[in-house]
């Protein structure tokens, strides 16, 4: 299968702090960005997404920042709290490929109380 | 709305078997995609449907398949089960599929023994 981003990473913050999730991206072409939080024994849920035209976009406690030129995706999550704490995904998709999504290999977040 | 949903949530199946699996979009939903998520491979893409219509398939063997009715619904068979096809296989749906925001069902794990 095909697969974006690196290898499952862990991360670990204290309960407050800002959390930064990084994602590396691998088609160019690639014009829409979604971030997914899976916690156990669920689906993913969506948290944000960014369009290609776009460089940084905000939600609630949430930025996630676009740089087409290294293709790179991150996603901020402001006073991280215990909740946070799940599998997040960086998902791509291109008109070119007929927005077939392709999801990467996920980062875990733990927060610590 | 009601969300996503799939049955059955778990199954157990030997190899050689068959089996189906179901999921029903979100009202008004006309995309269903299908993902794979192993420890190993993470979330991979399956197919999407559209319209009854395969639009897009991802790079597995033919022993999985799908079909979408005309309500949206959708289904998924595979076809003489291994033992690596043991996975989580989440369903999601979105209105059009273009780069949209694409909401996840619960999932089906899938053990075969």
């Known amino acids: 299968g095909e697969s974006v981003g690196l290898h499952l990473p862990t991360l670990s913050v204290q309960e407050g702090d800002n959390s930064i999730i990084n994602c590396a991206y691998s088609?160019?072409?690639?014009?829409?960005f979604i971030w997914y939080k899976q916690e156990s024994g669920k689906g993913p849920q969506f948290i944000i997404d960014i369009r290609s035209n776009m460089d940084k976009r905000q939600g609630q406690r949430v930025t996630v920042l676009l740089n087409k030129t290294v293709k790179h995706l991150s996603l901020q999550i402001a006073a991280t709290q215990p909740g946070d704490s799940a599998v997040y995904f960086c998902a791509e998709s291109a008109k070119t490929s007929y927005d077939k999504v392709i999801f990467g290999p996920g980062t875990s977040l733990s927060v610590i109380p | 709305k009601a969300g996503v949903t799939q049955t059955p949530r778990y199954l157990i199946k030997t190899r050689g078997q068959q089996v189906t699996l179901s999921c029903s979009p979100i009202s008004g939903h006309r995309s269903v995609s299908w993902y794979q998520q192993t420890p190993g491979q993470g979330l991979q893409f399956l197919f999407e449907?559209?319209?009854?219509?395969?639009?897009n398939k991802g790079n597995f063997p033919g022993r999985f398949s799908g079909r979408q009715f005309s309500n949206s619904r959708s289904e998924m068979n595979v076809s003489t089960l291994e033992l690596g096809d043991s996975a989580l296989y989440l369903c999601?749906?979105?209105?059009?599929?273009?780069?949209?925001?694409?909401?996840f069902g619960p999932g089906t794990r899938l053990l075969v023994l």
């Open positions: 449907y559209f319209s009854e219509t395969q639009r």
């Open positions: 088609n160019s072409a690639s014009d829409y």
């Open positions: 999601a749906s979105s209105l059009l599929g273009r780069s949209e925001t694409q909401y």
